[in-house]
C-alpha cells in the first residue's frame, strides 16, 4: 500500500473527523481512523458506534487495500507539518511510514477487518434540504436541548416534516425552540430525533451552498453531500407534545430592540442570584425596569428601558442565562416578547431578519418572584 496525499488536504479532512472519536472507548479499534484506498481515492472513517463519519480526498496511487490508522498521533504529526507532499507507505510487521521533506515516521496500524461497519439503512424515507438551512435550523435550535438522562428524547432536536413545512424543534422543559420553513415540504410526512453529537458535526463539518440527502428509517439516519457523509443513530422515543405547552394567547406584548434588551440584560445579570439567575422584568406604559438581586451577598442591579409595550401593568421573573441565550440566537433589530400572567410562559419572536418562509418561535418558561 503506497499513496501521496498533499498535508494540508489530509489534516483538514482528519480534523473534520476528529470530533466523532471519543477520549475514551470501550474498543480500542475507535481510535483509530479506517483508511480504505481505491486506487486515486481515499475513503477516511472514523466511528464511535453511534455516529459514523466518512470523506473521500484525492491521492496518488494505484493500490487497493485499507487499514486502520491511529488518530491522535496521525493529527499530532500532521499539525507540525507545513504544506507539502506526504507519502504513505505500509511497511512489514503493521507498521505504517510517513515520507515528508523532512524526514521519515513509523507508527503501527492495526487490520481494517476490526472496524466496525456502518449499519446498512433499509425502507428508507428521503429528503433533500440545502447545507445553510440545515445549519441554520441546529444553531437556532441544540443550544435549547437538555441533559438530563431520564429523559433522552430532549437531550435531541425533533425533525417533524410533513408535505406543509419542515420544523425543528428542542426543549429542556424550561424553555422551548419551533424554528420553521415553510419553504420546504417532506412528501412522507416524517419525525424523528437526532442526538446532539452528530448535529454538532453536522454545523461544523457540512459545506456551504450544496444540497443535503438525508436517507432515514426508525432506527438510523444518513446524510450526505458531496464527499461528506454522517451516518447516525437515533433517539428511540415519543418527543413530548409540544403545541400544547405553547399559549394561544398572550396579550401582553413588548416590543425591544434585541440588543439593547440583550446587552442590559447581560450587565444586570451578573448581580442576579447564581443558581437562579433570575432577572424581574416590571413593564409600565412604554417602559422597562430590569432588576436582579443576591440577597445572600448585597448586590442589586436595575436598568430602565425605552420599549413599546401594549398591555396590563406586568412584573415577571425568568432566568436570565435562558432569556440571553435566546436573543443572541436571533438577528433581527427588534424582537416581541409576549406575556400573559406572572406564571405563565413568555413567547420571544423577532420582529425583522427573516428569510421569506421562515419562522421561529421561542418559549421560556418564567420563575417565580418573591415578594
Same mark, same amino acid.
Not at 333 to 360: F, H, K, Q, W, Y
Given at each position: ?18 470530533? !466523532? ?10 481510535? $483509530? ?6 486506487? *486515486? ?11 459514523? !463519519?466518512?470523506?473521500?480526498? %484525492? &491521492? ?38 510517513? @515520507?515528508? #521533506? ?15 461497519? &456502518? ?20 444553531? =437556532? ?6 441533559? %438530563? ?8 432536536? /425533533?425533525?417533524?416534516?410533513?408535505? #406543509? ?13 419551533? /424554528? ?19 448535529? $454538532?458535526?453536522? =454545523? ?10 438525508? %436517507? /432515514?428509517? #426508525? ?23 409540544? *403545541? ?11 416590543? @425591544? ?16 442570584? =447564581? ?17 436582579? #438581586? ?14 413599546? /409595550? ?62
Amino acid at each position: 500500500m503506497k499513496f501521496i496525499v498533499a498535508s494540508s488536504s489530509l489534516l483538514k479532512h482528519l480534523q473534520m473527523l476528529g470530533g !466523532v472519536i471519543n477520549s475514551n472507548n470501550t474498543m480500542p479499534i475507535l481510535d $483509530n481512523f479506517l483508511f480504505e484506498l481505491d486506487q *486515486n481515492k481515499l475513503k477516511i472513517t472514523a466511528s464511535d458506534l453511534e455516529t459514523t !463519519v466518512s470523506t473521500i480526498i %484525492d &491521492v496518488e496511487s494505484e493500490d487497493v487495500e485499507s487499514i486502520c490508522v491511529p488518530s491522535k498521533i496521525l493529527l499530532d504529526t500532521l499539525k507540525t507539518f507545513p504544506s507539502q507532499p506526504l507519502t504513505f507507505l505500509k511497511k512489514e510487521n503493521n507498521q505504517l511510514e510517513i @515520507i515528508s #521533506e523532512q524526514g521519515q515516521y513509523q507508527l503501527s496500524y492495526l487490520s481494517a477487518d476490526e472496524f466496525p461497519e &456502518v449499519p446498512e439503512l433499509e425502507d428508507i424515507r428521503s429528503t433533500t434540504i440545502a447545507s445553510n438551512i440545515l445549519v441554520e435550523a441546529i444553531n =437556532k435550535t441544540l443550544f435549547a436541548t437538555g441533559n %438530563d438522562e431520564h429523559r433522552p428524547v430532549m437531550t435531541g432536536v /425533533y425533525f417533524e416534516w410533513s408535505n #406543509e413545512a419542515c420544523r425543528f424543534v428542542a426543549t429542556d422543559a424550561h424553555r422551548l425552540i419551533k /424554528y420553521t420553513r415553510n419553504d420546504i415540504q417532506s412528501t412522507d410526512g416524517s419525525n424523528f430525533i437526532m442526538p446532539k453529537k452528530p448535529l $454538532n458535526l453536522l =454545523k461544523n463539518i457540512l459545506p456551504a451552498g450544496e444540497d443535503v440527502l438525508v %436517507d /432515514y428509517n #426508525e432506527i438510523n439516519t444518513r446524510f450526505s453531500t458531496g464527499q461528506i457523509t454522517i451516518t447516525c443513530r437515533l433517539i428511540d422515543g415519543k418527543y413530548p407534545a409540544y *403545541n400544547a405547552v405553547i399559549p394561544k394567547e398572550n396579550p401582553n406584548v413588548m416590543t @425591544i430592540n434585541r440588543t439593547m434588551f440583550l446587552n442590559s440584560l447581560r450587565r444586570v445579570a451578573i448581580f442576579a442570584n =447564581k443558581s437562579t439567575h433570575l432577572v424581574r422584568l416590571k413593564l409600565n406604559g412604554n417602559q422597562l425596569l430590569i432588576s436582579a #438581586e443576591d440577597v445572600d451577598f448585597s448586590n442589586k442591579a436595575e436598568e430602565k428601558l425605552p420599549c413599546d /409595550y401594549n398591555g396590563e401593568d406586568l412584573q415577571i421573573g425568568f432566568n436570565a442565562k435562558f432569556l440571553s441565550e435566546m436573543l443572541q440566537n436571533l438577528q433581527s433589530d427588534d424582537i416581541t416578547l409576549s406575556m400573559s400572567e406572572p406564571n405563565r410562559a413568555g413567547i420571544i419572536r423577532p420582529v425583522d431578519g427573516l428569510e421569506e418562509g421562515e419562522d421561529i418561535l421561542m418559549l421560556v418558561m418564567p420563575l417565580m418572584l418573591s415578594a
